[in-house]
């Protein structure tokens, strides 16, 4: 599994490394662009500086096989940016939200382990995604 992590803290990138599913795991930060690269994305923690909330969540959520995603939302303002992306056309199911707290981050990690370990046991057939040489592909650039 490969967990990659953006626009994330010293605090939260410590917080990433010793979370107990992620021990052992290919842990790695990333910078954009992330779109039409060959990086392995299997879970994405977006932090709280990043920009451009809602065009990031599109992006990844226009891939073949998106990550499951943790967008950590700063405390201000959280509410409204929750439902911006709760409620857009655009944003995928696998994408995850939370207030930039310690309890909140670590009940997310939970989250998006526990989804992505759900989604790994299903046995999905992802060739209904296309056949490309690449998943990272998007009409956005980021």
């Known amino acids: 599994m490969a967990i990659c992590y953006i626009a994330c803290d010293a605090a939260l990138v410590h917080h990433i490394n010793e ?17 039409a690269t060959d990086l392995e994305i299997d879970l994405l923690i977006v932090g709280p500086t990043i920009g451009k909330l809602v ?6 959520s226009d891939w073949n096989i998106p990550p499951v995603a943790l967008f950590i939302l700063p405390e201000s303002g959280y509410e409204l940016e929750r439902e911006k992306l709760l409620h ?11 207030k930039n707290t310690e309890a909140h981050i670590l009940a997310g990690m939970a989250d998006i382990n526990a989804f992505y370990q759900k989604r790994d046991s299903l ?3 992802n060739s209904v995604s296309g056949d490309y040489n690449t998943n990272n592909i998007s009409p956005r650039w980021l």
Do not use: M, Y
């Open 55 to 60: 065009k990031l969540a599109a992006t990844i």
């Open 123 to 125: 046995q999905l057939d």
């Open 88 to 98: 857009h056309p655009r944003v995928g199911r696998s994408i995850f939200i939370c």
């Open 19 to 35: 979370f107990p599913a992620f021990k052992g795991q290919k842990i790695i930060e990333i910078q954009f662009p992330i779109t």
